[in-house]
């Protein structure tokens, strides 16, 4: 049985969607999905429709078991404190469900093969498990960013691993902010030195566990029967892809999406984005009128509130300015 957790609002309720039917499609062996649920909206969907190998969490029930999460939230940003919780949500699950591991995922990767394929490649003797970005050059952010990346943390119920884990989120619980600070950055640059500080930590050797629109660019993507190989620009290693963090991409208006500050070739557009971005707008639109009309008026509040026309027109020509100049940003479906 494996074991992941992740977190999202309702603004983030259709990756986490496609991200579990990934892991039904994918997985080869049987799993739970452990989904901290951060708004009413995503635990009423959850309650309502009950997915099967999906268990709910209640944000409430976390900050109950750690106290000193509702006077951090007050002194933090939605977003940072998702990522102080990262730490605490995965500790609350392995423990309070008595797990032999756990593995938080980020609720916008998606998998392509099965993840059993990144706990087999992990030593037996190793406790935690760790990814790297795997930058590209033209993108290298590892000494602001970290040279990992928080979206596939695997930890073992034993001696080493809780040790980790602990001292993770203590550091959490003291610091974590979207800014630099010294050697700090959010939860994630604190696993910069994790090989060194701590015993039974192991670093995934699988470039295809980890593909993203920091590091596509290294590879050419090859199609293999129902599943996609990355073959190294350079050394011409093929290996196949797992799962790949769709980190940054957004929706413009009509069909048109954005990747985000990167350059993103057609190839990986029409096989990995495009695909994507398709399973996204079908499970939206699937979701119903309600969740639309929701989405719609947070948008709707958001425009008046900071300018409305004005905005919306300023919008419009820095849009149209990158779809001229910075094609590789976006796609259309």
Same mark, same amino acid.
């Given at each position: 049985?494996?074991?992941?957790?992740?977190?999202?609002?309702?603004?983030?309720? %259709?990756?986490?969607?496609?991200?579990? %039917?990934?892991?039904?499609?994918?997985?080869?062996?049987?799993?739970?999905?452990?989904?901290?649920?951060?708004?009413?909206?995503?635990?009423?969907?959850?309650?309502?429709?009950?997915?099967?190998?999906? !268990?709910?969490?209640?944000?409430?029930? =976390?900050?109950?078991?750690?106290?000193?999460?509702?006077?951090?939230?007050?002194?933090?940003?939605?977003?940072?404190?998702?990522?102080?919780?990262?730490?605490?949500?995965?500790?609350?699950?392995?423990?309070?469900?008595?797990?032999?591991?756990?593995?938080?995922?980020? %609720?916008?990767?998606?998998?392509?093969?099965?993840?059993?394929?990144?706990?087999? %490649?992990?030593?037996?003797?190793?406790?935690?498990?760790?990814?790297?970005?795997?930058?590209?050059?033209?993108?290298?952010?590892?000494?602001?960013? &970290?040279?990992?990346?928080?979206?596939? =943390?695997?930890?073992?119920?034993? !001696?080493? &691993?809780?040790?980790?884990?602990?001292?993770?989120?203590?550091?959490?619980?003291?610091?974590?902010?979207? #800014?630099?600070?010294?050697?700090?950055? @959010?939860?994630?640059?604190?696993?910069?030195?994790?090989?060194?500080?701590?015993?039974?930590?192991?670093?995934?050797?699988?470039? *295809?566990? *980890?593909?993203?629109?920091?590091?596509?660019?290294?590879?050419?993507?090859?199609?293999?029967?129902?599943?996609?190989?990355?073959?190294?620009?350079?050394? #011409?290693?093929?290996?196949?892809?797992?799962?790949?963090?769709?980190? *940054?991409?957004?929706?413009?208006?009509?069909?048109?999406?954005?990747?985000?500050?990167?350059?993103?070739?057609?190839? =990986?557009?029409?096989?990995?984005?495009?695909?994507?971005?398709?399973?996204?707008?079908?499970?939206?639109?699937?979701?119903? !009128?309600?969740?639309?009309?929701?989405? #719609?008026?947070?948008?709707?509040?958001?425009?008046? #509130?900071?300018?409305?026309?004005?905005?919306?027109?300023?919008?419009?020509?820095? =849009?149209?300015?990158?779809?001229?100049?910075?094609? @590789?940003?976006?796609?259309?479906?």
């Amino acid at each position: 049985m494996l074991n992941f957790v992740t977190l999202f609002d309702s603004n983030y309720l %259709s990756r986490g969607l496609a991200l579990y %039917s990934s892991l039904i499609k994918e997985s080869s062996e049987d799993f739970v999905l452990y989904v901290l649920c951060m708004d009413d909206d995503v635990y009423k969907y959850f309650n309502s429709n009950k997915p099967t190998k999906i !268990e709910m969490i209640k944000l409430s029930d =976390v900050e109950d078991y750690y106290p000193v999460l509702k006077q951090i939230k007050q002194e933090r940003s939605r977003g940072e404190y998702c990522w102080t919780l990262t730490p605490f949500v995965t500790q609350f699950v392995m423990h309070k469900c008595n797990l032999d591991h756990c593995t938080y995922i980020d %609720s916008d990767i998606f998998f392509y093969a099965s993840p059993t394929l990144i706990y087999d %490649s992990m030593p037996k003797e190793k406790s935690v498990l760790i990814t790297e970005h795997n930058y590209s050059p033209e993108y290298n952010q590892e000494q602001i960013s &970290g040279k990992y990346c928080v979206q596939f =943390v695997l930890f073992k119920n034993d !001696e080493k &691993g809780n040790i980790v884990l602990e001292w993770w989120r203590q550091k959490c619980e003291e610091w974590c902010y979207n #800014k630099r600070d010294g050697s700090r950055f @959010g939860d994630q640059k604190y696993l910069d030195d994790w090989l060194t500080r701590f015993e039974g930590v192991y670093v995934c050797q699988q470039d *295809g566990a *980890g593909l993203a629109p920091w590091n596509v660019q290294k590879y050419h993507i090859l199609n293999y029967d129902t599943h996609f190989i990355i073959q190294d620009a350079l050394t #011409k290693v093929q290996q196949q892809i797992i799962f790949f963090h769709f980190h *940054g991409l957004k929706f413009v208006k009509k069909n048109k999406w954005s990747v985000g500050p990167y350059i993103i070739t057609q190839e =990986v557009k029409e096989k990995i984005y495009i695909p994507y971005a398709i399973i996204i707008s079908e499970i939206e639109h699937n979701l119903g !009128e309600i969740y639309s009309q929701r989405i #719609k008026m947070k948008k709707l509040f958001f425009i008046r #509130k900071i300018g409305g026309i004005v905005l919306r027109t300023i919008r419009y020509f820095i =849009v149209e300015f990158r779809n001229v100049f910075f094609n @590789g940003m976006y796609f259309d479906i």
